[in-house]
């Protein structure tokens, strides 16, 4: 018996739910997040004088709100957020993703904190900011890719008549009671059109 030919993969949700490009996906997000963050706290901890640590960056201990570095690092956190809002544009670009992606981000974040500490966070600080840090980027990740996904598809030149002087033209009157649609004219590639019109028959006389 001949072989049934393979159906071909199914395009849209499957492809982008590949493990293989979930998995790579993840890391991508997981290093900008780190690196953007790493890169906002050495410059304020410059600015600021600030002993500079991976204790910034990893520890849990660090995000205290009774001392003025805690509430720095928590302002940080939150900027660097914002900054990964656009990762979530350029990566995901799927409204639908984005909580997955937002939430395993501050996940592995807590697993990495802890693992650098030995110990599972404890202050309320650090877990009210990882709260409003997900929060933000789930929020205003879906915002930004569903305003993305709802943009109007445009095609070349045609793509800037509006549809109201679409069905005008389509619709207009040649005089003598005939629809002539589109009628004569160039089409985008530059060929001339024609188009035939009912004539009114023209009775013989005997």
């Known amino acids: 018996m ?10 849209g949700a499957l492809a982008d739910l590949a ?7 993840i890391a991508i997000l997981q290093i900008g997040y780190y690196v953007s963050a790493a890169t ?8 600021m004088a600030t002993p500079i640590n991976l204790d910034l960056l990893f520890s849990w201990r660090s995000l205290r ?10 302002l940080v956190w939150m900027l660097n957020s914002l900054i990964c809002v656009i990762y979530l544009l350029l990566l995901i670009a799927r409204s ?3 909580p997955d992606f937002a939430l395993t981000i501050h996940f592995i974040h807590l697993i990495a904190t802890s693992l650098y500490t030995s110990a599972i966070p404890t202050y309320w600080f650090w877990w009210a900011l990882q709260i ?7 929020f205003l990740g879906m915002w930004i890719c569903q305003y993305r996904e709802l943009r109007p598809i445009q095609f070349g ?17 040649d005089g003598v009671g005939h629809s002539r649609g589109r009628g004569r004219g160039k089409d985008r590639d530059g060929v001339e059109e024609y188009e035939m019109i009912d ?3 023209v009775s013989s006389q005997a």
Request: charged share 20%; aromatic share 4%.
């Open 96 to 98: 639908k993703l984005v």
């Open 40 to 47: 906002l706290i050495l410059f304020t901890a410059l600015v």
């Open 19 to 25: 493990p293989l490009r979930i998995i790579t996906q």
């Open 65 to 74: 709100s009774d001392i003025t570095v805690g509430w720095m690092l928590g």
């Open 157 to 173: 030149k045609s793509s800037r008549i509006s549809p109201t002087a679409a069905m005008a033209a389509a619709t207009e009157d």
């Open 2 to 11: 001949p072989r049934r030919p393979r159906k071909p993969p199914r395009p």
């Open 132 to 138: 409003a840090s997900a929060s933000l980027m789930v």
């Open 199 to 201: 004539t009114p028959e």
